[in-house]
C-alpha cells in the first residue's frame, strides 16, 4: 500500500486543486461502509483529508494507466534517506 504525506506531492505537472474550485469538478460516489471507515482512518493517521486521499489515488491511478508516474518523481517520507 503507498502512503504519502500532504507535503510530500507538489509536482508541478499534476493538477492543483485550488480552494478557490477552479480547474475542478466535483464527483459523488458511493463506497462500502468499511471502505470509508478505512479512508477515514488513514486520512486521520496521515493528517489530511479524505477528499485529498481519493484525488492522489485517482492521479495514482491516472498515472498507472498512461504507463507510469509523472516526473518529477515522488519520494514517501523517510526515502530520500535512503539514497
Same mark, same amino acid.
Request: one cysteine or more; a positive charge.
Given at each position: 500500500?503507498?502512503?504519502?504525506?500532504?507535503e510530500c506531492?507538489?509536482?508541478?505537472? &499534476?493538477?492543483?486543486?485550488g480552494k478557490?474550485? $477552479?480547474? %475542478?469538478?466535483? #464527483?459523488?460516489?458511493?463506497?462500502? /461502509?468499511?471502505?470509508?471507515?478505512?479512508?477515514? &482512518?488513514?486520512?486521520?493517521?496521515?493528517?489530511? $483529508?479524505? %477528499?485529498?486521499? #481519493?484525488?492522489?489515488?485517482?492521479? /495514482?491511478?491516472?498515472?498507472?494507466?498512461?504507463?507510469?508516474?509523472?516526473?518529477?518523481?515522488?519520494?514517501?517520507?523517510?526515502?530520500?534517506?535512503?539514497?
Amino acid at each position: 500500500m503507498w502512503r504519502c504525506a500532504a507535503e510530500c506531492c507538489g509536482s508541478p505537472r &499534476r493538477s492543483q486543486v485550488g480552494k478557490d474550485g $477552479k480547474d %475542478a469538478e466535483r #464527483v459523488t460516489t458511493t463506497l462500502t /461502509r468499511t471502505q470509508k471507515a478505512e479512508l477515514d &482512518r488513514l486520512a486521520k493517521s496521515q493528517g489530511v $483529508k479524505v %477528499a485529498w486521499l #481519493v484525488r492522489r489515488a485517482v492521479e /495514482r491511478y491516472l498515472e498507472e494507466a498512461a504507463g507510469g508516474p509523472m516526473l518529477p518523481l515522488e519520494l514517501e517520507r523517510g526515502e530520500d534517506g535512503k539514497r
